[in-house]
């Protein structure tokens, strides 16, 4: 039988997409990127704004007129909206055969069989921590060089416009020498950059306990400093940290290992106290850029993206201005800016004071500007240098160019060389920029000069 499986959402989700994928096709079903041939569909979906369900559930609905011409097809939906909508999903629409929540993901197989064989109609929301072992296959699309790998799921923060603790459940961990095994299999298959995932990556290893270490405690660090290890794999990146979790240790990790990428996603929602504090996020904007600070003097070439949210309830002009000094302050190199929409069933859809849409709007017209700006002159001061760039294969816009990304994130684009393959690290000399990309010249492949 034939699985089409469509991924709404963040990379977590991708992952278990492919997680999923790499299950069902051991199990003998073929992947198909084709809606129309396929004989099951499945929905990994998102809960992080009212929209992406809303999306979600439009698509699904019109599947209805699909399935009365093709009785015989599944539908499923996986994910976050499963685990939040459950028996909801399946009175809402009668053509939907299963509906599993985050927590069942590893069962996906035997209940899709189940739902086969009986014909009948499934829901399984049950949270289950051997979703956490039991999703390390991985399906490959052709070839591929970057991989993720989930360590942590869910997450105890409880930021107070997050759906993400409710429907991802409490934060647990995966231990360390079977993240090294799943991570050893994707470099024997030709993976050379392994992207780690978590909701709350670095409190990897700390039990669910909110409170950061102290100095000389990071079990993330000590897994990044095993991973490090294994020949073959040549770059870790990680994502999402929540800030207070940069301690000396971790920071003095990522210095000294030399596969651990330097540019990093570090949250920051708003450079404003108050807002923070309303928000449930547990630092200020001080000690968020002391430890930016911390992280420059450590890693002087690293480069930092972030979230923003504005027009959170209650932000005023000042708040936002101290959002915006704190951006400008640290100099981000990329980042996420959402204009507040409230989350049915968390705490700050109830709070009074919102912020009307066409502030929001402007406020993130301004914050746009600032990055724009700022990342193209970032980028022109690279003119001329030689950056090292991990190949990723012909360029999406231009195919007789190729394309790649520095240590820092940057994409670079530039001519090919014969024997070039995907995965080999090179050496371009940069001629022009913009403010989305780098363009120059390979100067060596492997070590050897062009
Ligand atoms: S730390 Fe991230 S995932 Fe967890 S509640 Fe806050 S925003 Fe959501």
């Known amino acids: 039988?034939?699985?089409?499986?469509?991924?709404?959402?963040?990379?977590?989700?991708?992952?278990?997409?492919?997680a999923v994928a790499g299950m069902l096709a051991a199990r003998g079903y073929e992947i198909t990127a084709q809606e129309e041939d396929a004989d099951i569909l499945i929905f990994n979906t998102c809960s992080v704004r009212d929209q992406a369900e809303r999306k979600a559930i439009g698509k699904i609905g019109i599947l209805t007129r699909l399935k009365r011409r093709k009785p015989d097809i599944y539908i499923g939906i996986m994910g976050c909206m499963a685990q939040n909508r459950g028996q909801a999903l399946l009175d809402e629409l009668p053509h939907v055969d299963f509906v599993i929540g985050t927590g069942q993901l590893h069962r996906l197989p035997e209940i899709l069989?189940?739902?086969?064989?009986?014909?009948?109609?499934?829901?399984?929301?049950?949270?289950?921590?051997?979703?956490?072992?039991?999703?390390?296959?991985?399906?490959?699309?052709?070839?591929?060089?970057?991989?993720?790998?989930?360590?942590?799921?869910?997450?105890?923060?409880?930021?107070?416009?997050?759906?993400?603790?409710?429907v991802r459940g409490r934060e647990i961990s995966r231990e360390i020498a079977d993240i090294k095994h799943e991570a050893i299999e994707l470099v024997a298959q030709g993976v050379r950059e392994?992207?780690?995932?978590?909701?709350?990556?670095?409190?990897?290893?700390?039990?669910g306990n909110i409170?950061?270490?102290?100095?000389?405690?990071?079990?993330?660090?000590?897994?990044?400093?095993?991973?490090?290890?294994?020949?073959?794999?040549?770059?870790?990146?990680?994502?999402?940290?929540?800030?207070?979790?940069?301690?000396?240790?971790?920071?003095?990790?990522?210095?000294?290992?030399?596969?651990?990428?330097?540019?990093?996603?570090?949250?920051?929602?708003?450079?404003?106290?108050?807002?923070?504090?309303?928000?449930?996020?547990?630092?200020?904007?001080?000690?968020?850029?002391?430890?930016?600070?911390?992280?420059?003097?450590?890693?002087?070439?690293?480069t930092f993206s972030t979230d923003i949210i504005v027009g959170f309830p209650g932000e005023t002009e000042t708040d936002f201005l101290a959002t915006?000094?704190?951006?400008?302050?640290?100099?981000?190199?990329?980042?996420?800016?959402?204009?507040?929409?409230?989350?049915?069933?968390?705490?700050?859809?109830?709070?009074?004071?919102?912020v009307p849409q066409q502030i929001k709007e402007e406020r993130n017209h301004i914050l746009l500007d600032d990055l724009n700006r700022r990342v193209a002159k970032h980028n022109a001061e690279l003119r001329g240098q030689i950056v090292e760039v991990m190949v990723e294969g012909p360029s999406k816009r231009n195919c007789e160019r190729w394309c790649g990304r520095t240590a820092t994130n940057k994409m670079t684009i530039f001519d090919p060389a014969p024997g070039l393959e995907p995965g080999d690290l090179v050496q371009v000399k940069i001629t022009r920029t913009t403010a989305m990309s780098l363009f120059g010249q390979l100067t060596a492949t492997g070590g050897a000069p062009v």
């Open 1 to 18: 039988m034939k699985v089409y499986l469509k991924t709404y959402g963040c990379q977590m989700n991708e992952r278990d997409s492919e």
């Open 113 to 166: 069989a189940g739902v086969i064989a009986q014909r009948h109609r499934e829901l399984r929301v049950e949270e289950d921590h051997a979703v956490l072992t039991g999703m390390s296959t991985h399906f490959s699309r052709g070839n591929r060089i970057s991989a993720y790998i989930a360590v942590t799921r869910g997450c105890n923060r409880f930021c107070s416009y997050c759906i993400v603790p409710y």
């Open 194 to 207: 392994i992207m780690l995932l978590g909701q709350n990556v670095a409190a990897f290893g700390l039990g």
């Open 211 to 302: 409170n950061p270490p102290p100095p000389d405690v990071s079990p993330f660090a000590d897994l990044l400093t095993e991973l490090n290890d294994i020949p073959g794999l040549q770059r870790l990146r990680f994502t999402s940290p929540y800030p207070s979790y940069f301690n000396a240790k971790l920071i003095a990790a990522m210095a000294a290992l030399p596969k651990v990428c330097h540019s990093l996603h570090l949250p920051l929602q708003s450079g404003s106290n108050a807002i923070l504090r309303a928000m449930n996020r547990h630092y200020t904007a001080e000690q968020y850029l002391d430890i930016v600070g911390q992280l420059r003097r450590a890693i002087p070439d690293i």
């Open 324 to 354: 915006r000094r704190v951006m400008n302050e640290v100099g981000f190199d990329n980042a996420y800016i959402f204009k507040y929409s409230p989350r049915q069933g968390t705490v700050a859809a109830t709070m009074l004071d919102q």
